[in-house]
């Protein structure tokens, strides 16, 4: 059996990929370099923010953004460049009661593009915050950045802001630091924990790493070599859990790289998120869709790899038909925005403590009934590419983490190596 399948024949992959830039030896030292990048200069951040600060009266609101303007004006963009998402973390609830950051302290959010640009804007979010959060002297890397031209702004709980277009290079496959200041005590943190990613909380004596990324959900660039964006819509299996922290290989990452800034990549996998139903992996895959896939900047694609959770967690009266009839949907609202829906294959569980008979034929029935056709657009077989051929209801060995559920390095690389290109844009194959 192929292990990609689709309606109509999916276009050659372009062929055989570049190793990954860093890979190996390499990338341990551009993280060792990183890391401490984060840190350094902590004091003199620290005094630069203690001469003084602007009391500028920014702007209120959910929402500020002027959608698609290019950053050298308000003309149109759409001969010479497009905006995408390069990056996204998305919000997934609040921190634990009790996680306070003292007035003053600077998030500095560690994070990793797809595409490159020559402008960017970030999206920062106060979803489940309980009073307004206010943030003054952003900045991507070095450069500031500003909301509604002021250097200080106030998001109110449940709202979000958009910030202006800043003129800075950013390189596809690059590392970029997103950090701001909270000058006040707010409401509770809005975060996406298990990043696999070290940031950092910055004040005036200490830098405090966090497995986490807080308040910011998007960078966008304003790039001219980008087709649009992908998005990565999943759960643990997409966000990462088993690959090595810091090293950027998740497989949204490693499509990202066969794509070579062709593409922006945006990964909405959160752990533990579920399909049909809330829980600590935040709200339900139905729900979240809209905002988490149909909202993101550039969109074009969509992966939906969600639905191993409602399998490996389910009671033992679930119907399968439940999971496909909800892939369906998403499938539908996709189209309505004109967007082509890839979906992909549950892959094994058994060896987890979860693992009983009625839950793997749960997963079974999906996987056949995506096999079938009339689910998606085209789809991947994930289960296929993954499964030990000597007993197919396990991961194979190499490819497996440890826990029998999520992937290391080296099954996400198969992952993102099982994916054709032509699949992102239906182009025939020639």
Do not use: C
């Not at 292990?3 to 030896?25: F, H, L, N, S, T």
């Not at 389910?314 to 009839?325: E, I, K, R």
């Not at 539908?332 to 829906?341: E, F, K, N, S, T």
Request: zero cysteines.
């Amino acid at each position: 059996m192929s292990r990609v399948a689709r309606r109509d024949q999916a276009g050659p992959d372009p062929g055989p990929r570049e190793p990954r830039r860093g890979y190996g030896a390499g990338s341990g030292l551009r993280r060792r370099a990183l890391l401490p990048a984060l840190v350094a200069g902590t004091a003199v951040l620290a005094a630069a923010l203690a001469l003084g600060t602007e009391r500028l009266a920014g702007p209120h609101g959910s929402d500020v953004r002027a959608a698609g303007e290019h950053p050298a004006g308000r003309e149109s963009a759409a001969a010479d460049g497009r905006w995408v998402a390069t990056w996204t973390g998305a919000p997934v609830r609040a921190a634990p009661v009790g996680t306070r950051e003292p007035a003053g302290t600077v998030v500095r959010n560690a994070v990793h593009s797809s595409a490159g640009g020559v402008a960017a804007r970030i999206t920062l979010s106060n979803l489940f915050g309980t009073g307004p959060l206010v943030v003054d002297h952003a900045r991507v890397n070095s450069r500031p950045v500003t909301f509604g031209g002021a250097g200080r702004v106030t998001v109110p709980a449940g709202g979000h802001v958009v910030s202006d277009a800043v003129r800075t290079r950013i390189a596809a496959d690059s590392d970029l630091v997103v950090s701001f200041r909270t000058p006040v005590t707010g409401g509770h943190i809005t975060q996406h924990p298990a990043a696999f990613q070290t940031s950092y909380l910055v004040d005036a004596r200490t830098a405090r790493p966090i497995d986490e990324w807080r308040y910011l959900t998007a960078v966008d660039v304003f790039s001219t070599a980008a087709s649009g964006t992908v998005v990565a819509f999943g759960d643990s299996l997409t966000a990462g859990s088993g690959s090595t922290p810091n090293a950027d290989r998740r497989w949204p990452d490693l499509l990202a790289d066969r794509l070579k800034g062709g593409w922006g990549v945006a990964n909405q996998g959160i752990s533990g998120n579920r399909l049909l139903s809330d829980g600590r992996g935040g709200v339900a895959g139905v729900t979240r869709f809209e905002r988490d896939v149909l909202g993101v900047t550039g969109v074009r694609t969509v992966i939906v790899a969600l639905g191993i959770n409602d399998a490996q967690t389910a009671s033992p009266h679930l119907d399968p038909q439940q999971v496909v009839d909800a892939l369906r949907r998403l499938t539908g609202q996709a189209h309505a925005r004109g967007l082509r829906v890839i979906g992909v294959t549950l892959t094994p569980f058994e060896g987890i403590p979860n693992f009983t008979r009625s839950r793997e034929a749960v997963r079974q029935e999906v996987n056949e009934q995506i096999r079938a056709g009339g689910v998606f657009d085209a789809y991947v077989d994930f289960d296929e590419v993954v499964r030990d051929l000597a007993a197919p209801e396990r991961i194979r060995a190499d490819y497996d983490s440890g826990d029998h559920l999520h992937f290391n390095d080296q099954g996400y690389q198969a992952l993102a190596d099982s994916i054709g290109l032509g699949l992102l844009t239906g182009a025939p194959q020639g």
